[in-house]
């Protein structure tokens, strides 16, 4: 996966993810290999987050001036 998904894709994996950990009896070690997977998606949508929060200031910003 990695830094290649945009915020959509790497949301939409969230929930496949979120689906099998709770749909299935998985082994321990599928387990955290798809939690790691998770938590660098969810760093992904935090980071596109802030960037787009930012961008929303400095719009704002440029259309009060």
Do not use: H, P, W
């Not at 939409?12 to 955290?32: D, G």
């Not at 935090?46 to 930012?54: Q, V, W």
């Amino acid at each position: 996966m990695g830094n290649k998904l945009n915020f959509e894709q790497s949301l939409a994996r969230l929930t496949e993810i979120s689906t099998a950990m709770n749909n299935s009896n998985l082994e321990l070690e599928e387990s955290l290999k798809l939690y790691g997977e998770a938590v660098g998606l969810i760093d992904i949508c935090k980071r596109r987050i802030e960037s787009a929060k930012l961008e929303v200031t400095r719009i704002e910003g440029t259309e009060q001036k």
